[in-house]
């Protein structure tokens, strides 16, 4: 998995981040200067390069991977 967190881009890890900290799509879109839409196609991407459906699943993905 940690090859997958490192297949992960930039943007991609921000809007995760910012989603698994509960922010809505416009709110990450927001905060990162981005389009709505680019925010649902780095997620989407992103959960395709780490094989997870779900927020629970990215939820506990990051956890497994932090400190």
Do not use: C, D, F
Not at 18 to 37: D, W
Request: no cysteine; charged share 15%.
């Amino acid at each position: 998995a940690i090859n997958q967190l490192a297949a992960v881009s930039v943007t991609e890890a921000r809007v995760l981040t910012l989603a698994s900290l509960g922010m809505s799509r416009s709110q990450i879109a927001n905060k990162l200067y981005i389009a709505p839409g680019t925010v649902n196609g780095a997620k989407a991407t992103a959960y395709r390069k780490l094989n997870i459906h779900s927020a629970s699943e990215l939820k506990a993905l990051l956890e497994k991977h932090a400190g």
